[in-house]
């Protein structure tokens, strides 16, 4: 199975910080990665997938980049309603494989 | 407006059994593979289970293949997984999601419920 690592495990930032979120696959996966916000109590919502195509709805602020084994999740201004936990998912090999999220926290 | 919503979670003893539904609508159900996700008391994402648009092909993750099967009714516009020789490591929630294809691979999940809870304890 492909690992998906993910760093950091959580992290402390500010209203307005730029936030950078990074995922690594055990081998090279394309662009075949998928990125997914979940709060508290809710059902994870998708963010972006193919590694940088920003889903219907989602503000401008997310962004995605990487190719092969190393991406990153950026949101350019955090806003308050960003506090949450993000899970990065290859779609390369079956069985389809989660990060173990990293956890986005009010500083 | 599409919507997946999951029922038929609850309590049940280790070796029980459990049939999870999940209906859908705002969509074309047919088309589109399905799949389940679970995720255990303060974990992470887990795929389970997924089925392609027309429920002739279906895959497993290793931990629940054999004891688990997912089908579809196309025609209600329903998903379902049935749990059996359940273990206390399949407690989590259970979440129903689309997929963006027609086939289990190489896309993503578009759309979760809201997941069911399934508590596996003596």
């Known amino acids: 199975d492909i690992q998906m690592t993910q760093s950091p495990s959580s992290l402390s930032a500010s209203v307005g910080d730029r936030v950078t979120i990074t995922c690594r696959a055990s081998?090279?996966?394309?662009?075949?990665l998928n990125w997914y916000q979940q709060k508290p109590g809710k059902a994870p919502k998708l963010l972006i997938y193919?590694?940088?195509t920003l889903q219907s709805g989602v503000p401008s602020r997310f962004s995605g980049s990487g190719s092969g084994t190393d991406f990153t999740l950026t949101i350019s201004t955090l806003q308050p309603e960003d506090f949450a936990t993000y899970f990065c998912?290859?779609?390369?090999?079956?069985?389809?494989?989660f990060g173990q999220g990293t956890k986005v926290e009010i500083k | 407006e599409v919507q997946v919503v999951e029922s038929g979670g609850g309590l049940v003893q280790p070796g029980g059994s459990l049939r999870l539904s999940c209906a859908a609508s705002?969509?074309?159900?047919?088309?589109?593979?399905m799949s389940w996700v679970r995720q255990a008391p303060g974990k992470g994402l887990e795929w389970v289970s997924s089925?392609?648009?027309?429920?002739?092909?279906?895959y497993y993750a290793d931990s629940v293949k054999g004891r688990f099967t997912i089908s579809r009714d196309n025609s209600k516009n329903t998903l379902y997984l049935q749990m059996n020789s359940l273990r206390a490591e399949d407690t989590a929630v259970y979440y129903c999601?689309?997929?963006?294809?027609?086939?289990?691979?190489?896309?993503?999940?578009?759309?979760w419920g809201q997941g069911t809870l399934v508590t596996v304890s003596s």
């Open positions: 081998q090279s996966i394309g662009t075949y």
């Open positions: 998912q290859q779609s390369y090999i079956a069985p389809r494989t």
């Open positions: 705002g969509f074309t159900f047919s088309s589109y593979d």
């Open positions: 089925t392609s648009g027309n429920g002739g092909s279906t």
């Open positions: 193919a590694a940088s």
């Open positions: 999601s689309k997929g963006s294809r027609p086939a289990p691979m190489r896309d993503y999940f578009d759309y």
